[in-house]
């Protein structure tokens, strides 16, 4: 694909408006909506990934590639919709109840839709029963579970125990993340994966997804 490296360069600048006029030249120049998707911002959102969980970089620098690769998904997304290869891989994710932090969140679900994903994002505050509606109205393949506070690290297991207790645990599986949990804790509550950061949830999600697939305008 022609001009991927200047994607690249954009997105690690965090250049919001050129992205987007980057995103509508690819598009008249012939480029697919797909092509620009899988062979622009997923590539480019991958090699951003590396380079952060090596310490290359960090969140802030992170969340700028995330915003302006943002804007190129504005531009793609209604004719995503549109095309014969609908997005079939959805996340849905939300702070647990209690909890109203949401910039890990965020970053997971910038992250999640430059991977290729469709993101449900719940919000803050997120409540057993609003997931469980979450998964029988989305239909998402993934669940994930944001918390960092300890006091409300408990809350995911109550979730966990309403997803099974509503029949749903064979139709999703669940990931959880935050900075006070570990993968012991992931283990332990029944969660099926564990992200240390938003890069490494965009691999589990896609390890899960495989698995699970595996069995059953401008």
Known sequence: MIGREKLYALLTQGKVEEVREWTCGALNNGESAETVLK????????RIGLR?????????????AAR?????MEVLKPILSRSTTKWSKKVAIGTVKGDLHDIGKNLVGMMLEGGGFE???LGIDVSA??????????????????????????????ILEAIEKAGLKKKVKTIVGGAPLN???ARGIGADGYAADAASAVEIVASLLEMNLK????
Not at 215 to 218: A, F, I, Q, T
């Open 52 to 64: 952060f969980k090596s310490g290359e970089i960090y969140i802030p620098e992170v969340l700028l």
């Open 215 to 218: 069995g059953p305008s401008c």
């Open 129 to 158: 029963e609003k997931f469980v509606e979450a998964i029988e109205v989305h239909q998402p393949q993934i669940v994930g579970l944001s918390a960092l506070l300890t006091t409300t690290m408990r809350e995911m297991k109550t």
């Open 39 to 46: 062979e622009g911002f997923i590539q480019a959102m991958d």
């Open 68 to 72: 302006a690769m943002h804007a190129g």
């Open 119 to 121: 993101v449900i994002d």
């Open 183 to 185: 993968e012991q804790f």
